[in-house]
């Protein structure tokens, strides 16, 4: 087959389309996974400590 | 900045600023009859004078071993001042070209001063100089925080803040001298573009190393968004300015892109220059200054995560929206402008969360300047992204494009968003870096922050004013069915918003003067904060709160 | 899954960074990606012709004094820009344009079209003050054009890189290139000849600034002014009615 405009335009209409859907489904199930939400809650808490050091 | 490096290091910076000045040698050299040759010169004066700062402090006492258990502050402080610094550049530039377009005679019998030359001087000198130092400085400062680890490297920080530097003077005088590849926003040339790569893969490799050695299991969300801004523009950058020069030894180049993919590859670069620069980093800066100045968490960790994907994934197909009714393909503009609508939601969902963290603390929005600064901030980034949704729909922007509403709606991004969330953040971060008990002047920042009001609502309300009325000149019809315009007429009707607009500059860049003023005498003038407190981790409290309560 | 997944993303943060670029390259890879096969959707225009010499360098001073910064070059399908400018742009007359120049403001007019409107004296007059001639104008004057000489000796080199990138510039082309730039404005030297030679008859060779014993950067900025939208008559032939111009289906 060969690679012309219309196979192109095709695949991007189709394709790129199934790819954000399938994306998006990744990001949602990551940012409400129930074993994250300590790590979030600590992670917004924690850039409120005033510390002024690295950690060693 | 010496006293912070070892010989080694101290040698290290020798050889590389030694190699700068050789290189500038060369490009002298072998551009001795083109602007190349100018620049030949820059660069070698860039690297000399910096080695002689070197040589000058090389025999100074070398820092103790536990410098590494202390934050790497010096860049930041440097990044700071050169945010300032070209704060009042670029502003300035900006109110002589918006008032060369009220009074066109404000120029010299010369090239250099034309509007078209100025232009480029205008946007490089805000967005690059001021936007591109804000956030790598920030970037320093968040990235260490909140990995609770130094900067992985002495002398890389300098390489990424000086280097990134001498492409912005490279820049903003090439215009001046006329070289330009007329791209808008990546108007350097192939030169300046290779050097933007060097400093860029470094300061990408710098913000990796640091985030590998961080304490904190969890990146916070702020790192991403510096993170997806360092990579995505890294891709632009070099996909947009691909080019062929001349000859070794002149500045023009020609670009491999022609025509209506050069159309395409230009907008997709400027559309995302827009959202990787001006939106991913300054959010950055909205998801850690925020908290930080509200002292209050912000409102959904999750939601910033949700609107972090949303973003990176959803931008990248706007820029054809800038193409609308052109000879780009019209399914192409129509995915762009799909896509832009879309880009509504993850972008609201910022704004929002920013707004939803402060509720609850309107009191504090009330009494601290600072932190209005960012609210207002939050407001017109969802003003302004929900006008650039607007504006991206077909028929709208038959309307709108090529006319000053598109001026007026960058400006209520760059004035509104942009500015503000910059200036509530380095009012947040000078006390603290500098470990001040407060800014100098409380008043001054009040001050400024009504200057900034001021002027952006004028700026934008006489945009929006001369651009729709513009736009709706052009295609008005008698009832002859004729056009009931002229150009010349609808120019006419443009004088009055012209000198409107370059009043709003002129307030916006009294403020950022105002500002400079301010921060340059707290580090003079304002005594170190009682204690050290700043210093003893887990006090529970950031030192600026300690510091500025009523501010 | 998703979370294991991107836990470890997380941790090395290397794949964090490939998660970003698989999520913001899609955008661009599927919008640019068809436009390297937009030849075979381009109108055809047999009678494109490419720029002079003299055009070219004028091209590059309309660059370089960022005349698009308030100039566009793009006519869209809209019934009150064809009705004021002419036909809409087509993809084709910029075929050979790099960078383009299609702008994104009109502080002044567009001038996609502009060519063989006004008077070779009109537009001297115009870039020397612009209000001598518009008195209402807020463009800059551009009085010095008429005292620079035009740098022609490296023009052969513009040529060349060109047609490094796809403008079939002939050895001839090149070689001519500042001998041609130099006929161009010159109309009674012997090397006006060569242009219209080399580059078909409707090249316009005149003194565009007025003098032709001397090439100045005028010549070459009017030059290239009065060859806009001449390049082809493609969209001349082109009649379908301005809004139902492109496919809509497409």
Known sequence: ?56 | MVQQLTTGDRQNTLVILLFVFVVGVAMAAVGRFDPLGVHGVIVMLFGGSLAALVMRSYYEREPTQDRLSHYYDDPIKAGVALTLAWAIFGMFMGVWTAAQLAWPDLAFDAGWSTFGRLRPTHTTGVIFGFGGNALIATSFHVVQRTSRARLAGQVSPWFVLLGFNLFCILAVTGYFMGVTQSKEYAEAEWYADLWLVVVWVTYFVLFLRTLARRKEPHIYVANWYYMAFIVVVAILHIVNNLALPISLGQAKSYTIWAGVQDSMVQWWYGHNAVAFFLTAGFLAMLYYYLPVRAQRPIFSYRLSILSFWGITFFYMWAGSHHLHYTALPHWVQNLGMTFSVMLLVPSWASAGNALLTLNGAWHRVRDDATLRFIFVAAVFYGLSTFEGSFMAIRPVNALSHYTDWTVGHVHAGALGWVAFITFGSLYTLVPSLWKRERMYSPALVEVHFWLAVAGTLIYVFSMWNSGILQGLMWRTYTQEGTLAYSFLDSLVAMYPYYIARAFGGLLFLLGAIVAAYNIWMTVRAVPVAAGGQADVPDSGLAPNTVATPAE | MAELFHRKLERTAIGFVIAIIAAASVGGIVEIAPLFTINETVEEAPDLRLYTPLELAGRNIYIREGCYACHSQMIRTLRDEVERYGPYSLAVESKYDRPMLWGSKRTGPDLARVGGKYSDFWHVAHLTNPRDVVPESNMPAYRWLARTGLETEDLGRHLQAQRALGVPYTNAMITNAAADAFGQAAPDSPFAAGVTERYGEKTQVSAFDGVATQLTEMDALVAYLQVLGQLTDAAYSNTAAPEQAPDPTN
């Open chain 1, 1 to 56: 087959m060969d690679i012309d405009h219309d196979t192109l335009v095709g695949f991007a209409k189709s394709w790129g389309l199934f790819y954000f859907i399938a994306f998006s489904i990744c990001v949602v199930i990551y940012a409400f996974w129930p074993s994250n939400r300590k790590r979030f809650d600590d992670a917004k808490r924690n850039i409120l400590d005033g510390d002024d050091r690295p950690w060693q």
